[in-house]
């Protein structure tokens, strides 16, 4: 789907965190059913900015809806999600040094456009390779051609796409994979594993670091 169509004018809300002169920014979408400001959404913008990148969070039109009515919404269509990416790529002054990615849905969006707007490098946390439960409704037929470097941090135990299945995926080799220890699809670990969820997303921060500096 083409991007060059932007979805609105109006100034988008960024929420930012970090050094506004750092060289590379992370432009970082919510999952379907969280906001911007999650509990997983501000631990993983202070990590990010803690290991040196600038995090500019932002919400889909029906989130933001949401935030002014405080009605639930299911999430828009591709159709607006997508040129919405382009119009976020846009406010923040263009590609080039720009990570555009999310958690789950937000992530799999970014990778749906990350190649046409041409942004630097995509990160996806927790990418829901399927729904749970349908191993057969795959969605990952487009990561296969994918050309911008990626990095997909996911939770050892997430039901959208367990270690076993993704080793039998089509995926390009632009693509690294950081496995969450014992996470789910938000990387909370089991307490008998003895780690934190804390602990996972301070570690996944750690590897989108280093990610990022190898794309400078």
Same mark, same amino acid.
């Given at each position: 789907?083409?991007?060059?169509?932007?979805?609105?004018?109006?100034?988008?809300?960024?929420?930012?965190?970090?050094?506004?002169?750092?060289?590379?920014?992370?432009?970082?979408?919510?999952?379907?059913?969280?906001?911007?400001?999650?509990?997983?959404?501000?631990?993983?913008?202070?990590?990010?900015?803690?290991?040196?990148?600038?995090?500019?969070?932002?919400?889909?039109?029906?989130?933001? +809806?949401?935030?002014?009515?405080?009605? +639930?919404?299911?999430?828009?269509?591709?159709?607006?999600?997508?040129?919405?990416?382009?119009?976020?790529?846009?406010?923040?002054?263009?590609?080039?040094?720009?990570?555009?990615?999310?958690?789950?849905?937000?992530?799999?969006?970014?990778?749906?456009?990350?190649?046409?707007?041409?942004?630097?490098?995509?990160?996806?946390?927790?990418?829901?390779?399927?729904?749970?439960?349908?191993?057969?409704?795959?969605?990952?037929?487009?990561?296969?051609?994918?050309?911008?470097?990626?990095?997909?941090?996911?939770?050892?135990?997430?039901?959208?796409?367990?270690?076993?299945?993704?080793?039998?995926?089509?995926?390009?080799?632009?693509?690294?994979?950081?496995?969450?220890?014992?996470?789910?699809?938000?990387?909370?670990?089991?307490?008998?594993?003895?780690?934190?969820?804390?602990?996972?997303?301070?570690?996944?921060?750690?590897?989108?670091?280093?990610?990022?500096? +190898?794309?400078?």
């Amino acid at each position: 789907m083409s991007c060059d169509q932007t979805l609105t004018e109006t100034p988008i809300p960024f929420l930012f965190d970090g050094d506004e002169k750092a060289g590379l920014t992370i432009a970082l979408a919510h999952g379907a059913g969280a906001p911007m400001d999650s509990p997983f959404m501000n631990e993983m913008a202070g990590a990010l900015a803690a290991g040196g990148l600038r995090v500019a969070r932002f919400e889909f039109p029906y989130m933001a +809806k949401r935030r002014v009515d405080g009605k +639930k919404r299911g999430p828009d269509r591709a159709a607006v999600l997508l040129p919405f990416l382009g119009e976020v790529v846009r406010q923040l002054g263009g590609p080039e040094n720009l990570i555009l990615g999310g958690k789950s849905m937000g992530g799999r969006m970014a990778s749906m456009v990350a190649d046409d707007l041409g942004v630097a490098g995509l990160v996806c946390l927790g990418y829901p390779f399927h729904p749970p439960g349908k191993p057969e409704n795959l969605r990952t037929e487009h990561l296969a051609s994918l050309v911008t470097p990626a990095l997909i941090c996911h939770g050892t135990r997430d039901p959208f796409g367990k270690p076993d299945e993704i080793a039998g995926y089509n995926l390009s080799k632009t693509i690294g994979l950081h496995w969450v220890e014992d996470g789910e699809h938000d990387f909370k670990p089991r307490k008998s594993s003895g780690r934190t969820q804390n602990q996972n997303i301070i570690e996944a921060a750690g590897a989108i670091s280093d990610f990022a500096r +190898k794309l400078t």
